[in-house]
């Protein structure tokens, strides 16, 4: 009560209701009758007020609580498909670097001179090797795809 302040509605001096009460209920400052109910009408507005803000901030925040376990759970859901899928691809490349280890290695191995592949001969290094199989495959791919 000592430091509850209100305003005065005439002269709009801030009062503490303490010098209100030791001046017979008037305004210490201009001294006009400052009646109670009105304020005390407005602090119950202002309570309700807060009251329903309150409700609807516990509402809210039930609801991003609701999303916030949501999103975590997504989240987590995609580390673990992530996590699935880097292990998925990294066996993957593992098994396509044994597949190209072992075309380099056979490769490596072909005469020279002059290769015979797939019917045509070709006498390049090993870029005239990947050629060849790069054309042989084209044409066996050409050849399937007209016979469909
Ligand atoms: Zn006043």
Known sequence: MSKVRIECWKCHADVLLID?????????R?????A???YLIQAM???D????????LRKDRAACWAEFKALVK????????????IERLTARVAELERDAGRYRWLRGRLPGSAYRIAGVIYSEGGDGVDA??????AAQAEKESTHE
Do not use: F, K, W
């Open 20 to 28: 209100r009460s030791d001046a017979d209920g008037e305004c210490p």
């Open 30 to 34: 201009c001294g006009v009758e400052i």
């Open 36 to 38: 109670l109910d009105d």
């Open 45 to 47: 507005d202002a309570r």
């Open 49 to 56: 007020a807060l009251a329903a803000e309150n409700e609807r």
């Open 74 to 85: 997504s989240s987590n859901d995609t580390g673990r498909y992530l996590h699935d899928e």
């Open 132 to 137: 060849a199989v790069d054309a042989a495959m």
